[in-house]
């Protein structure tokens, strides 16, 4: 069975420091790997996408994320956050027609 | 940017009533979806749909219908609400395309049933 694991339930870390948040994905094919950030009170939106070619991907807000296929993981990464980054982000795989969502990270920033 | 609408974005109802959730996109695709949100937990897929007149159930059992009678319009309705129904709903819709579909979400609707 298809599934996503994210390892953090909350990740506190001060302004302008690094952050890491980890995904791990389930799949013995080609998969198809996701992050969205949720505002409060608002939807997901898509931080970025790895479908294939590079495994380094970049996104919005100054974010990346890293395939890696032999560790089966797809980890977000921000060299340095702003309070602005406070929120939930959800990593997602597509495979077979389905999304599966992880349960979420809450990454608060703090002044 | 997505053109994805949900309403209302607030509810507060009482157990018993009958309501609808409206979602609507304006990117034209074909395959729309709702989920169920609770805090801490991940998105369960509740209903979705490849096109118009096609409507499928989700991986979570769920009291509610949906109609797909537009492309652009996706609607979801309790017939009965419950305070089990207390939930964040979030509509969302996609194209078809081959290699790994992107979703794109609405706002969301917070409902709570007394």
């Known amino acids: 069975a298809q599934s996503v694991t994210q390892l953090d339930s909350q990740v506190p870390v001060f302004e302008e420091a690094p952050v890491e948040l980890r995904c791990n994905y389930s799949s013995s094919v080609s998969v198809y790997l996701f992050w969205y950030v949720q505002y409060p009170n608002q939807g997901l939106q898509l931080l970025l996408k790895y479908l294939s070619g590079s495994t380094l991907v970049k996104g919005i807000n100054g974010f990346e994320a890293e395939f890696n296929k032999s560790q089966t993981s797809f980890h977000l990464r921000k060299p340095s956050v702003h309070i602005s980054d406070t929120a939930e982000y959800f990593c997602a795989s597509w495979n077979f027609n389905k999304f599966y969502f992880g349960s979420g990270t809450k990454l608060n920033v703090k002044p | 940017e997505a053109d994805i609408y949900q309403t209302p974005r607030y509810l507060v109802i009482g157990t018993g009533k009958k309501i609808t959730l409206e979602c609507s996109q304006t990117m034209g695709h074909d395959k729309m979806y709702w989920y169920q949100q609770d805090p801490g937990m991940e998105l369960h897929l509740i209903h979705y749909?490849?096109?118009?007149?096609?409507?499928e159930k989700g991986d979570l059992s769920s009291e509610s219908t949906v109609s797909r009678i537009r492309t652009e319009h996706f609607p979801l309705t309790l017939e009965s609400a419950r305070p089990s129904h207390t939930s964040q709903y979030l509509c969302?819709?996609?194209?078809?395309?081959?290699?790994?579909?992107?979703?794109?979400f609405g706002p969301g609707t917070r409902l709570l049933v007394l």
């Open positions: 749909s490849y096109g118009v007149n096609s409507t």
């Open positions: 969302a819709s996609s194209p078809i395309v081959t290699g790994g579909e992107t979703q794109y």
